[in-house]
């Protein structure tokens, strides 16, 4: 669901290195359903072209206050473009820019637009750790707090200068993140934590082998984006998976036996709100891992195995203010086990799916699913992606 539809972004980007990252930020507002507009410092243009800007955006590039190319030069409106917009986005905001914002001053298009802006300013600043830790620059931020613009923290790490310290531009999915919160305030998931488990776990034999299964890890994965979408706090433990996700409200703990994921679990579970297993958890693991690689002798291999604790059981028994859904893969009597599931293990929901539904399952970005609530009333959908499975999972858990 994109949550900046409809909204009109006007990005203005200053001459700083992490311009480079600004169409990566274009193509996130676009993804996230908004329409957006750039205007640029001159000096900017050294670092990013206004053609990819242009490209992506789909609408010219402004970065002076007449268009000079023609014989009949043309006024670009910087009044116009501060009514258009819903949300004035400066990103980068150098050391210059934010102290020109700070005093007033007015010598570029992009400084123009913000002075006659009448939408909320948010501004992302990217310097060297020091300048950023200037008295002038954190007082120039101060300034522009005052003026009810909000300026959004720094992140931290290698520096352009190969320093490492605080002062890098926040990522451009954490400044949509933000947009999305700020045009957002309702989000249903707004103030939730939500526990996800994921992926299959390995079962350690000895130091090279291992019992596992074909569990991808990418139904997790997505519940765990959308979860994020609709406002909620996600910890996401997953076992070994080549998934990833990078999103400001995903904490991602990679785990890779039952046990650590059990922990992982256990640590995580009070503080959580909502709760989804979607691990594929080895229910068996070798009683002792062989300390060195086991030798092929002449004669059989027998493997003494015990069970594994039950995580989704655990957090069943533990429920207190939870909403606790759990996942079943069944191969026979689907339902009549999905619902002896559901109830021994203490659910407010149980997602089905089959193995016997082509194109459900494993390794597969398709999913056919069914949930069943714990009054035993049912949803049963078509064969869709995982991502929009995850949608209508949320869709039952928002209805519980
Ligand atoms: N589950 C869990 N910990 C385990 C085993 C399962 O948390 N040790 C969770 C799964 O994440 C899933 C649900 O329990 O949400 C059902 O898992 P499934 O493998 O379908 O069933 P099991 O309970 O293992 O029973 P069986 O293997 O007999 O079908």
């Not at 669901?1 to 009109?8: A, E, I, V």
């Not at 007015?106 to 501004?123: D, Q, W």
């Not at 002038?136 to 707090?145: A, I, Y």
């Not at 019992?211 to 609709?230: D, R």
């Amino acid at each position: 669901m994109p949550l900046l539809s409809g909204k009109k972004i006007l990005l203005g980007i200053s001459g700083g290195i992490a311009a480079y990252k600004t169409p990566f930020l274009v193509r996130e507002l676009l993804k996230q359903g908004a329409e957006v507009r750039v205007v640029m410092t001159p000096s900017a243009k050294d670092f990013v072209t206004p053609l990819t800007l242009a490209t992506l955006s789909k609408h010219p590039v402004l970065s002076t206050f007449t268009a000079t190319d023609l014989d009949n030069p043309v006024w670009n409106d910087h009044v116009e473009l501060g009514l258009w917009a819903d949300a004035f986005l400066v990103a980068p905001a150098t050391s210059n820019t934010l102290s020109a914002m700070a005093q007033g001053r007015c010598n570029n298009l992009l400084l123009a637009v913000y002075l006659s802006a009448k939408c909320p300013v948010f501004v992302a600043p990217a310097m060297d750790l020091d300048m950023f830790a200037h008295p002038s620059n954190q007082k120039n931020m101060e300034t522009l707090t005052s003026f009810g613009n909000q300026v959004l923290p720094v992140g931290e790490g290698a520096l352009a200068s190969g320093l490492e310290g605080k002062g890098r531009m926040l990522e451009p999915d954490e400044i949509v993140a933000r947009l999305i919160s700020y045009f957002n305030p309702d989000l249903p998931l707004k103030g939730k934590r939500v526990l996800i488990t994921t992926g299959p776990t390995y079962e350690a034999i000895d130091p090279v082998r291992f019992i596992g299964n074909h569990a991808s890890g990418k139904m997790g994965f997505v519940l765990a984006e959308v979860a994020a979408s609709l406002g909620a706090e996600v910890q996401l433990i997953t076992g070994p998976t080549h998934e990833k996700i990078n999103h400001p409200s995903v904490a991602v703990q990679a785990v890779v036996s039952a046990k650590e994921m059990f922990l992982a679990v256990k640590k995580e579970y009070k503080r959580s709100d909502i709760a989804i297993a979607a691990a594929a958890v080895a229910d068996f693991t070798p009683q002792s891992v062989a300390p060195q690689k086991l030798k092929k002798g002449k004669s059989n291999l027998s493997l003494s195995l015990i069970p594994t604790e039950d995580i989704l059981a655990y957090m069943g028994k533990n429920k207190k203010k939870h909403r606790l859904i759990g996942f079943a893969l069944e191969t026979e009597n689907e339902l009549e086990n999905a619902k002896i599931k559901l109830k021994q293990k203490n659910l407010d929901g149980i997602v089905l799916n089959s193995l016997q539904d082509p194109g459900a399952g494993f390794s597969v970005s398709t999913n056919k699913i069914t949930f069943i609530h714990s009054d035993h009333s049912i949803q049963t959908f078509p064969l869709q992606s995982k991502l929009e499975c995850a949608h209508r999972i949320f869709e039952q858990i928002l209805s519980l």
